[in-house]
């Protein structure tokens, strides 16, 4: 929900809250997000943005705290990879989701149809947006084209020291289509994968990553070991 011109209560005192402000030490904390819309007829909150912590609540009945993700990729029109695919991941295992896209595609079952870049700049001004306001347990890349969208985001992930992060160096289609421009495979090397706690990558990206041919259980040991050496802390080849 956005902005709600009205006071915020609470079980105990009537508390007032300035626009743009999140409301805490409220029970409303205890509530999952998908909840609020059932207590806000009977408890009215003001100055409700989009969800920090103490908004976001608690899921499992209250027990434990809702995490809180960061997906930074690209956004798949058939809703099958991308962004979506992360976001439906996430609420799926509980977790709250937000977004930075990197690039919009037109693509389906068959294949990609034409892929359009977001300028550096704004990707950068979309991880800003949400870190300014919304703490993050975790975050994972994908589809990041172009060695200038690397870039910005590895400067933000040191700015933000984010320190739970998976990459996932998405460079070919399933249909073949190419992600990622030849020239960034160096950028991705430098200044991306020595800041991920985990790195992904499938049998042809380990290749592009290492420039080894990879034919069987070992060679994907040496290519693991490879990536590993780039500065990751831990390497899940698939």
Excluded at 114 to 122: R, T
Excluded at 139 to 160: F, P
Excluded at 175 to 198: N, T, Y
Aim: hydrophobic share 40%.
């Amino acid at each position: 929900p956005d902005w709600i011109p009205c006071q915020a209560r609470n079980d105990g005192p009537e508390q007032k809250t300035m626009p743009g402000s999140v409301l805490r030490g409220s029970s409303l904390k205890y509530w999952r997000a998908n909840q609020l819309l059932d207590i806000l007829p009977d408890r009215p909150v003001c100055g409700l943005r989009y969800p920090t912590r103490d908004v976001i609540g608690y899921s499992n009945g209250g027990e434990k705290p809702m995490r809180t993700a960061l997906a930074i990729a690209g956004s798949d029109s058939g809703g099958g990879a991308g962004i979506q695919a992360d976001l439906k991941t996430f609420a799926a295992l509980g977790v709250f989701g937000t977004s930075a896209i990197t690039s919009v595609t037109a693509q389906n079952t068959v294949g990609v149809q034409g892929v359009y870049d977001l300028p550096a700049k704004f990707v950068g001004r979309q991880i800003d947006s949400i870190l300014e306001d919304i703490v993050i347990d975790a975050a994972k890349t994908g589809m990041l084209s172009s060695a200038a969208i690397i870039q910005v985001v590895a400067e933000k992930v040191n700015a933000y020291r984010i320190e739970r992060l998976v990459v996932d160096p998405v460079m070919v289609a399933k249909g073949g289509a190419p992600l990622l421009q030849s020239d960034a495979v160096k950028v991705l090397i430098e200044h991306l994968l020595p800041l991920a706690l985990v790195v992904t990558p499938n049998v042809p990206e380990a290749e592009a990553l290492t420039g080894l041919t990879i034919t069987e259980l070992n060679g994907m040991r040496q290519a693991a070991r490879q990536i590993h050496d780039f500065g990751p802390r831990h390497v899940v080849l698939k």
